[in-house]
């Protein structure tokens, strides 16, 4: 297969993953594929990486298949010791870096991280990147090493700064529907949802429909307007960034159609939006969505996914009562609002959590907030930190 058939699979998988979460498996092994590593890994998380430092999503793919042991091994044992995490989090977005780089020669002599999980990873000789997402957060991959016996190319690291833009889309688009509570939804059932504004265009960009939240952003007219069935932005500046985003994803007939994001700033921040314009493939059409070529998302910035409780309970090794409890914790909630909430004494909220800083063997809780935030999955689930959830016994 040529580079470029390689690209063109890769980004249709892309696109295709951002909407339905049984693809992303398929779309990961062929970015290994393309860009000729033996295997990546795939962080999401809130903030700046060299400021936050949080994870909301972890996903490590080799070859072609998931290493769910090796995300469970790296928030047990080594994401709060990871040397590679300050600077990484000061890379430019979008650079491509040598993990070695990543590291002092000191450190490359004692690093957990880089002599023992690396090793057993293949990815001591790997690339790193970072990666601005929209509304303020981070995506960082690590690459494994190539599958090159002399090493990475010039071809191979210009094939990943090629699809990287598309990376970064296809999780921008996925996080605004988790957000939303529609991941995996079919194009039907997103004129249904009331967490999220989605429109549905033509091959000719023409609006097929919207749902109600859509309608309601278009009634008003200070982001987003319909103007004889055409979708624009109100603003002249805006409006070309956007025809341009729709151009991409709506190419003429033949043409390699790609996804792209913007934000339209306005003076109040809860009017600001994310717009995530995605091409739709012809596997996701039905009968009532046949002439749908591509979906259009606004979502204001601002929200994040906490993790299920359940993915905590089995990734960090606890009780059911000591995964809620450390969900509220990551959720921002203190002691005395969890007490409050689960209707327990503050003095058993601190048994629970010092019976977890024991399991961990960590003896902060901003230790424990960190793995908890590195739980999250890219499987879709959530958590919704203004419902705390009811005491319930082991």
Not at 181 to 188: F, I
Not at 296 to 315: H, I, K, M, T
Request: hydrophobic share 40%; aromatic share 4%.
């Amino acid at each position: 297969m040529s580079q470029g058939d390689l690209f063109q699979r890769t980004l249709a998988l892309l696109q295709r993953a951002a909407l339905e979460d049984g693809y992303w498996l398929s779309a990961a092994a062929r970015f290994n594929e393309a860009t000729g590593t033996r295997g990546h890994g795939l962080g999401f998380g809130p903030g700046h990486p060299d400021r936050d430092g949080d994870l909301l999503a972890l996903r490590f793919v080799f070859g072609r298949r998931r290493r769910e042991d090796w995300e469970r091994a790296y928030i047990r044992d080594y994401v709060t010791r990871d040397e590679r995490l300050p600077p990484w989090g000061r890379l430019p977005s979008g650079e491509v870096v040598h993990t070695r780089d990543l590291l002092t020669e000191s450190e490359r002599k004692t690093s957990a991280v880089y002599n023992e999980m690396l090793r057993n990873m293949r990815g001591q000789d790997g690339l790193n990147v970072r990666l601005d997402g929209p509304a303020e957060t981070h995506i960082v991959i690590a690459l494994a090493d190539s599958i090159e016996t002399a090493g990475w190319s010039s071809g191979q690291v210009e094939m990943i700064e090629r699809l990287l833009p598309h990376v970064g889309h296809s999780i921008g688009v996925r996080q605004a529907l988790v957000d939303a509570r529609a991941y995996g939804e079919t194009l039907a059932g997103l004129l249904d949802n009331t967490r999220t504004c989605a429109i549905q265009l033509d091959r000719r960009g023409r609006v097929v429909e919207a749902n109600d939240v859509a309608c309601e952003i278009l009634r008003q007219r200070d982001a987003l307007i319909d103007l004889g069935g055409l979708l624009r932005a109100t603003r002249q500046a805006e409006n070309v960034e956007l025809q341009q985003l729709l151009a991409g994803a709506l190419p003429p007939f033949g043409g390699q159609a790609v996804g792209g994001s913007m934000v339209i700033r306005r003076p109040s921040p809860s009017k600001t939006l994310i717009v995530h314009v995605n091409p739709v493939g012809a596997e996701l059409r039905d009968g009532r969505t046949h002439r749908v070529a591509a979906i259009v998302l606004a979502v204001s910035p601002g929200s994040r996914v906490w993790v299920d409780p359940d993915l905590v309970a089995s990734a960090l090794g606890l009780t059911p009562t000591e995964s809620r409890l450390a969900v509220m914790l990551a959720a921002g909630h203190t002691v005395r609002d969890i007490a409050a909430a689960t209707g327990r004494k503050e003095r058993s909220v601190h048994w629970h959590l010092q019976q977890m800083f024991r399991k961990q063997g960590i003896g902060r809780q901003a230790d424990l907030v960190r793995r908890v935030l590195s739980i999250q999955t890219l499987s879709g689930t959530t958590f919704d930190p203004k419902s705390p959830p009811r005491r319930k016994d082991h």
